[in-house]
């Protein structure tokens, strides 16, 4: 099991604090087009899921191994709402890394009252920095 879930805040804290904590964002290429990804500097975009299909990205870990990430950076993983990226680094603490953790509440946060995300936790609600292209 990864180390633990952790607020969006919390998370840009441990980036901001630990300059060789890494954020990889596990959602998916039309999601980082359309929605935006954090604005911050040691972010890697690996979808855990393929789009369209959403098949679950069998080479996950091997793909964040090679990338020359040390099996005990601290990893912290994001995702639309925190699905995924609990996945992920349940995946990559299986895979031998052993500072793994999931951004609860993910990108975008749970849905309001009108079924839209954006505005009840996440990242973006948190006024966290992000870019959309």
């Known amino acids: 099991m990864y180390k633990g879930d952790i ?3 919390e998370a840009h804290d441990r980036l901001t604090k630990n300059p060789n904590a890494v954020l990889i964002d596990v959602r998916t290429e039309p999601e980082w087009a359309f929605v935006g990804v954090p604005a911050v500097d040691r972010l890697i975009r690996l979808s855990w899921q393929s789009y369209p299909q959403m098949q679950v990205n069998g080479d996950f870990a091997k793909q964040i191994e ?3 990430i040390a099996p005990d950076t601290e990893i912290l993983c994001i995702c639309r709402s925190g699905a995924r990226s609990a ?3 349940a995946a990559l603490t299986k895979a031998g890394f052993t500072n793994c953790w ?3 509440q993910g990108f975008e946060g749970d849905r309001d009252g009108l079924g839209h995300r954006g ?3 996440g990242w973006k609600a948190a006024g966290l920095p992000w870019i959309q292209s």
């Open 87 to 89: 996945n992920a680094a």
């Open 102 to 104: 999931n951004v609860a």
């Open 7 to 9: 607020t969006p805040a």
């Open 119 to 121: 505005m009840v936790g």
């Open 66 to 68: 090679d990338s020359g």
